[in-house]
């Protein structure tokens, strides 16, 4: 039998398809993620009937009360306002100023900008729609194909959840009982890695279609415009510095340096007189729609992670899996691949709270470092978001700009392998996700 023998496979009971039914059916019907959570982890808690109903709502503060959580608002906050002060089109500038020398600069300065938001902000959402509207029409107006625009910054900002710092590491973290300040160190090298690949993509795809030109400017012309963008917006870079060098040198946790960053750019914004306080009760209320979609899910990812626990179902995926084949490469494939088709038809966070407790004891079981886990996991989820035709971020750029999503999709392909390159590399070279991490994570 495929899944071995049924009385180790605990999943394959009703107790369990029922509840994954109903999920499937309300995410289907439009119903908000995080009610399909918990419908689904309180349907398992009754069947399976280990757990007293009654500690659900125990079970739900407990799911939110973190410290490390208070992160999460306060980097979507400061993503919202780094666009309200105008301080992502200084970004722009400067990335833009970096690569005029070469053949295809602007559409190398959108991967960039990506980037630069991506460092700040956290999510991969919020990228793409705010550098969508930044960038499109002028990549169209430098030669690009709409559609082709479309996929270089759907792609761009799938950096959103893989830069440090950022909200899916906070969240695994949480769920998995590993510091995010380790995960941020971790994720460095995997994250720069993805962003260079799309952008080396984005230059050969550039060559071989003639998209834009450029690339014609003298090394004094160079250095004036870099000079002029950087004189003209160095203030901006002062956020991201804040929380780069407050994380990685230890005197901030994510959390005072999102604090941190909200207060400096709300700061630079009054300086610079592009932030008004009428603007603070809109902007405020954006980022906390934002929040309270995230919230809501990591509250019921307690309940639900006691249920998958209460079933056996983290042990019996093993089993299973194992039964299937003991090759650990095999293996590794088959947990990128799952984590891939997830991330085309949901949002990081629920495919985290699902995902991350049933995947993470087969990793453990085949000698995976549980950072390299995560990080794997983050970046296959990445490129989820922008695998054909249900990609996350290719709804969100389709949604901006009007461009049917299949044309998109189909512009995509390029920077999906070019991700995958990068994810594969991940996962059979722990070096790559481990080299800046203490020896006693090694």
């Not at 939110?64 to 309200?84: H, N, S």
């Not at 307690?302 to 899996?321: D, K, N, S, W």
């Amino acid at each position: 039998m495929l899944f071995g023998p049924i009385e180790t496979i605990v999943i394959l009971g009703w107790d369990f398809y029922l509840p994954v039914i109903a999920f499937v059916l309300m995410c289907a019907l439009a119903v908000p993620v995080w009610a399909a959570i918990g419908v689904a982890a309180t349907m398992m808690l009754v069947m399976a009937g280990d757990l007293p109903l009654a500690l659900l709502g125990e079970s739900l503060f407990h799911g939110i009360d973190a410290f490390a959580l208070t992160a999460v608002p306060l980097f979507i906050l400061t993503g919202d306002v780094l666009v309200r002060t105008g301080l992502s089109r200084k970004f722009l500038d400067v990335a833009e100023a970096l690569t005029q020398f070469a053949k295809g600069g602007f559409g190398s300065a959108t991967v960039l900008v990506c980037g630069m938001f991506a460092a700040i902000s956290g999510s991969d959402a919020a990228g793409a729609a705010a550098v969508g509207r930044m960038t499109i029409d002028r990549l169209v107006e430098s030669g690009y194909p709409r559609p082709y625009a479309c996929a270089l910054v759907a792609a761009g900002a799938c950096t959103g959840i893989l830069i440090p710092p950022s909200i899916a590491y906070i969240i695994v973290g949480l769920i998995l009982g590993i510091s995010a300040s380790t995960l941020f160190l971790a994720a460095i090298i995997p994250g720069v890695s993805i962003l260079l690949a799309i952008l080396i993509t984005n230059i050969i795809v550039n060559r071989i279609y003639n998209y834009e030109g450029g690339g014609n400017l003298s090394a004094g012309e160079y250095f004036s415009r870099l000079g002029s963008a950087l004189a003209s917006g160095w203030y901006a870079f002062i956020v991201p510095g804040i929380i780069f060098y407050g994380i990685f040198s230890g005197r901030l946790t994510p959390t005072e340096a999102g604090a941190t960053a909200v207060v400096v750019t709300i700061i630079i914004g009054f300086i610079i007189g592009t932030l008004k306080l009428a603007e603070f009760p809109a902007m405020l209320v954006s980022s906390a729609k934002v929040n309270g979609i995230i919230l809501p899910i990591i509250a019921f990812s307690l309940p639900l992670a006691q249920a998958l626990a209460i079933m056996g179902v983290p042990q019996g995926f093993v089993t299973a899996a194992t039964n299937m084949t003991d090759n650990p490469q095999i293996l590794i494939l088959m947990m990128i691949g799952i984590l891939i088709a997830a991330g085309c038809v949901m949002e990081t966070t629920p495919n985290i709270v699902i995902l991350a407790p049933i995947l993470k004891p087969l990793a453990d079981n085949i000698g995976m470092n549980e950072i390299q886990f995560c990080i794997m996991m983050i970046t296959a989820l990445g490129v989820g978001f922008i695998t054909p035709p249900l990609g996350l971020n290719l709804f969100v750029v389709s949604g901006i700009t009007g461009e049917s999503i299949l044309k998109i999709a189909w512009r995509a392909i390029p920077f999906v392998l070019c991700m995958l390159v990068v994810v594969l590399l991940i996962a059979f070279v722990p070096a790559i996700s481990t080299t800046f991490l203490p020896e006693i994570y090694k």
